[in-house]
């Protein structure tokens, strides 16, 4: 809960970082937490994986207040993911249009994303990073309002993931 100016009480909007491959230090990971540490000042950020909290690199430096090792699909009702893995897509297309679970998914495509979306059960939200995606580091490293989706400037027609994910 967090405190209005005004004195009332609001519940902050939870977002799931999600990735089933924590017990290891690659890019995807790397990411992955910047996203975490990047919007867990605003919202109720939790890191979900699928290993338990004992297998997740210590290198990660996450603690066990903000780990939550996935094991009901329905935890995610009425929030926002970040997804890095192609493989969970679909199970969270179930989750919403089967069980109406409300969930706002933002995919984080680990590479250029061309073309394809419309033939595939891809988010709404699709992020894209790869090297030349170098917008990400110079948003979080600034202490600027947070960007829109219209307010960055594109970089070989893809935007950072940074203008996408701040864009709900």
Known sequence: MNTLANGNMCKRRKVFSFNSELYKV??????LM??????????????????????????????????????????????IVVLHERKFLL??????????QHIKLVY?????????KLMSI???TVVSISASCSAFRRIL???RPRPTLSSLP???GHFSES??????
Do not use: C
């Open 26 to 31: 690659t890019g995807v990971q790397k990411v």
């Open 34 to 79: 910047d996203i975490h540490h990047a919007v867990k000042e605003d919202y109720d950020a939790i890191i979900v994986g699928t290993v338990s909290s004992g297998m997740v690199d210590k290198s990660h430096q996450i603690f066990e207040d903000e780990y939550k090792q996935f094991k009901n699909p329905f935890m995610f009702y009425d929030s």
């Open 91 to 100: 199970l969270f297309w179930i989750l919403n249009h089967i069980f109406f």
């Open 108 to 116: 984080v495509h680990h590479n250029i994303f061309h073309n394809h």
């Open 122 to 124: 891809m988010p709404t």
């Open 141 to 143: 490293s600034s202490r």
């Open 154 to 156: 594109e970089q070989d």
């Open 163 to 168: 203008s996408i994910l701040f864009h709900f």
